[in-house]
């Protein structure tokens, strides 16, 4: 779908003829979502776009910047958890836009649709005179620091799973627990992927580079380029809290297998000499003088546990003593 407005001073006109809207008077954004191949086709006609850019949109490549001959390409992904198509509860979304970023123009162009380019392109149809006063670099500005705003969202959700997952690691050794830690690290490992890329590409916007963007913006991007950096930060402390929660769920876990070893080597250890004793009054040898005199002895049965049981007695006052029950 291929929406187009032309907006300068006090007003915004919508176009259905792009070629018409390329040349109206003013700043023109053409913003195409969930593109067929023929609508890109028309727009990179209009607009002279370069295959390669396109490509890079619909390969899902890594966040960057590209100056060619009449404008700038600017690649940024949007992103949001949402409930994956894997076994995972949850799952860092991510869909590529490209903004193209002329001297008159900006054209959007993404494979699915962008909640954040909708706002700003709803903040031009009301009249937003911070949109209207200002050039297609400032128009770019403005969805790029509402895809970042975004981000923030993003790790909340993730700050709120590690914050339960804390709650849970030290009363519980499920394995549920375990995969609750593997799939936050998953998402933020995910989401570090984009991040990185996308802070290293607006850092060359906030410097200036491109020829397109004006020197009134370049601290605007200055101010999406500082977020990043806060947003980069946040992901490596929560990656810390993650793999801190992931040592102290398998300390737990080996903690409780440490007292269930422990409680196993003390029943072990009390039937030694139990079965030591068992098994030297099992050898019945008959008819010998060497045989033990109590097998015959009236109360050798009875003396025999009673001493079994005094064994196991001192044993066990022996372990409390020692703390290991």
């Known amino acids: 779908m291929i929406s ?70 600017v690649l940024v992904k949007s992103a949001s958890l949402t409930a994956g198509d894997t076994t995972f509860d949850k799952e860092v979304k991510t869909t590529p836009l490209g903004l193209f970023i002329g001297l008159d123009w900006v054209v959007t162009l993404s494979s699915g649709s962008v909640p954040s380019v909708q706002r700003v392109m709803d903040a031009v149809g009301r009249g937003d005179e911070r949109l209207l006063h200002r050039g297609p670099d400032f128009t770019a500005y403005r969805v790029i620091d509402v895809i970042v705003d975004a981000y923030f969202d993003l790790l909340d959700e993730i700050e709120t799973d590690i914050e339960a997952i804390e709650e849970e690691v030290t009363a519980s050794t499920d394995i549920e627990t375990l995969e609750r830690i593997n799939d936050v690290r998953r998402d933020l490992l995910s989401f570090r992927k984009q991040v990185w890329p996308a802070r290293e590409a607006i850092g060359i916007l906030a410097r200036g580079d491109p020829k397109e963007i004006q020197p009134q913006t370049e601290k605007y991007f200055r101010d999406v380029y500082d977020h990043l950096v806060q947003i980069v930060d946040l992901t490596e402390t929560y990656r810390d809290l993650v793999a801190g929660a992931r040592d102290i769920y398998l300390n737990t876990v080996s903690q409780s297998t440490n007292e269930v070893m422990k409680m196993l080597t003390v029943v072990a250890t009390i039937f030694i000499p139990l079965t030591f004793v068992v098994g030297i009054y099992g050898m019945n040898f008959a008819d010998s003088p060497y045989n033990m005199p109590e097998l015959g002895w009236t109360f050798g049965y009875p003396a025999v546990m009673i001493g079994m049981a005094v064994i196991v007695a001192v044993m066990l006052i022996h372990f409390r003593q020692r703390n290991y029950l």
């Open 4 to 73: 187009a407005v032309v907006y300068a001073d006090e007003q915004a006109i919508e176009y259905d003829d792009l070629a018409a809207a390329r040349t109206a008077v003013g700043t023109t954004w053409i913003h195409v979502t969930d593109a067929t191949p023929d609508e890109v086709e028309t727009v990179s006609s209009v607009f002279d776009l370069h295959p390669l850019a396109i490509e890079d949109i619909k390969n899902d490549v890594r966040a960057n910047v590209q100056e060619f001959n009449g404008y700038t390409f």
